[in-house]
């Protein structure tokens, strides 16, 4: 085995190294971006759950509204029907009447299905407040545990590169231009072993990064 195949192998060995190393920083990095998203998730949420409600706040306002006019006609059909001089403009007020006491029947329903809605969703609102408290606090731990790790990746990677560099200088620029390439191309895997394998008589090699014989 020749210096630079020999080379090439101790820089796969490092580059293994610095390749796990680097793989448990972004892990512990996504973990952070994971929970910011659900925090962000939890707040979009509560965001929709406020234009619920004050939509059906704007509608059951403008029911309340339109409730108050027909009281008023209401009220003038009452008069006007207590005036009435015939029977028949006296059916055709009371007719009048009862058609708008039960519209407004059907109003009164509306509106205390929408106050049942509001408040329906101003607790399901309090209950998403409260678990935005509780993934703010993981989030938070989260940052501090995650600091901490990768100040100590951080400094494994520094030390492993360094180990990595020293390896690389007494390889040819050709080879380690192609290892680097191959390396970025396959995840870090350059180089594969090759395996062999004895059945009685017969030798068989198979190649340990892509298991063909």
């Keep these: ?25 972004t892990r512990c990095r996504r973990n952070v971006i994971i929970q910011e998203n659900q925090v962000r998730s939890l707040a979009n949420g509560l965001e929709a759950k406020k234009e619920e409600i004050q939509l059906a706040k704007i509608q059951s306002d403008h029911l309340e509204l339109e409730l ?26 009371l007719t009048q009447l009862n058609t708008t006491k039960a519209d407004n029947s059907k109003i009164e329903t509306q509106i205390l299905d929408l106050l049942k809605d509001i408040e329906t969703d101003e607790a399901e609102s309090e209950k998403i407040r409260n678990q935005i408290d509780e993934q703010k606090q993981i989030l938070e731990q989260t940052r ?49 072993v090759v395996e062999q394998q004895q059945d009685g008589k017969t030798v068989a090699y198979s190649c340990g990064g892509c298991f063909m014989g």
Excluded: C, H
Aim: proline letters at 3%; aromatic letters at 4%; hydrophobic letters at 45%.
């Design 1 to 25: 085995m020749g210096p630079v195949l020999n080379g090439l192998i101790k820089l796969q060995s490092v580059e293994n190294q610095l390749r796990v190393v680097k793989a448990k920083l």
């Design 68 to 93: 108050a006019t027909r009281d008023k006609i209401i009220a003038r059909l009452r008069a006007s029907l207590n005036a009435a001089k015939t029977n028949k403009e006296y059916a055709a007020i």
């Design 144 to 192: 501090k545990e995650t600091e901490l790790l990768a100040v100590k990746y951080e400094a494994q990677i520094e030390e492993i590169q360094a180990q990595w560099d020293k390896a690389a200088k007494v390889i040819p620029a050709e080879p380690l231009e192609l290892f680097k390439r191959v390396a970025e191309t396959y995840d870090g895997e350059a180089l594969a």
